[in-house]
């Protein structure tokens, strides 16, 4: 623990000297930033990807400079740090090699990453329950959580409130976001809001970008409309808003040729670095991610009813309650790993 910590606050040093000399010179800072992560790197997963950030960055007409720059410049700094060490360090270094010893121990798979879908009742009803979840979750090492919402709830913003540790990114519509829950989103530095693209509330971008909020957007692609994206029409467009991540969610019907496509396509504008946006596939790249750090794709989600779901088909997966079950127990019941030499 005394070795984390100090290993935490070297590297937050590290973190603010460098989001202090991007704003003047984002080449040379970040190249020198990941250059310095590689060295310290002792994991697979933080090898990988500080080995391929350093062979994009060598592209110096990257559109990822300008990215760089313009987080510097419009996000607030503790917002960079706090959010950036929760997923970078606690969730992929530190919590990625506890839930490797558990998953070595236990013989059952861990994610890197948990999703929630939201409903007021629900919510409101199972709120200790969720905390209780995410508890049990930092202690397997898990440290990042995403929320899926409907309608306003301000209430599910005590969960990064009470859960400092961890990072958040919040799934939600448009038209339920003000400036008043913008205000209390703006208090919390382990949060990231992803809002659904829609040409009718482009104001409220600017409106985040004002209150120097960290934030993404997403996008629901379907069998019909993956043209406009796969011409890079819709890249073109978002990276005007200022987005982090421009994420691609599949439609519940979309046939899985067209998911593959579209990864593929996403993989592929991530390597041009030609929009000052960073394009993910949601589920794909989630599972890619998990991948790496234990070596099988693992993911992970609950309905509102709090049920255990498959994300292919969206429907529940046996009788795993979030509500009525603890998470270590619905992990070795749903992701018992195959004995060695056999394959589930």
Known sequence: MLENNISRIMIEVILKKALRDIKDSPERSFRNLVDLALYFSKNRFQRSFFEATQVLLKNENSAYYGLLRDVAMHVDPEKILRFGMNIGYNSCTAGAKKNREIEEREHYNIPWVISFHLRPQQYLTYEEEYHRAIFQGEELGIYTWILFHQDPLDEILSLPREHPNSAFILFCEPQDIDSTFLDEVAA??????????????????????????????????HNSNITSILNDDFLQNTEHLHPVFTVFLADI???????????????????????????????????????????????????????????NMYQPKGHFNLFQNHLSEILKGAYLKAPIGRTS
């Not at 971008?205 to 692609?221: I, P, T």
């Not at 593959?260 to 960073?278: G, L, W």
Request: aromatic share 16%.
């Open 188 to 221: 919390l530095n382990n949060l990231m809001p992803v809002l659904r693209y829609d040409e009718n509330f482009l104001e409220t971008f600017d409106l985040m970008r004002k209150k120097e909020l960290l934030y993404s957007l997403y996008s629901v692609y």
């Open 253 to 311: 019907d979309c046939s899985d040729p067209i998911k593959r496509e579209m990864h593929e396509y996403v993989k592929s504008a991530r390597m041009k670095q030609q929009f000052q946006t960073i394009p993910w596939e949601y589920e794909a790249d989630l599972r890619l991610v998990d991948s790496i750090i234990s070596k099988e794709s693992c993911y992970v989600g609950f309905d509102f009813e709090g049920r255990l779901y498959t994300p």
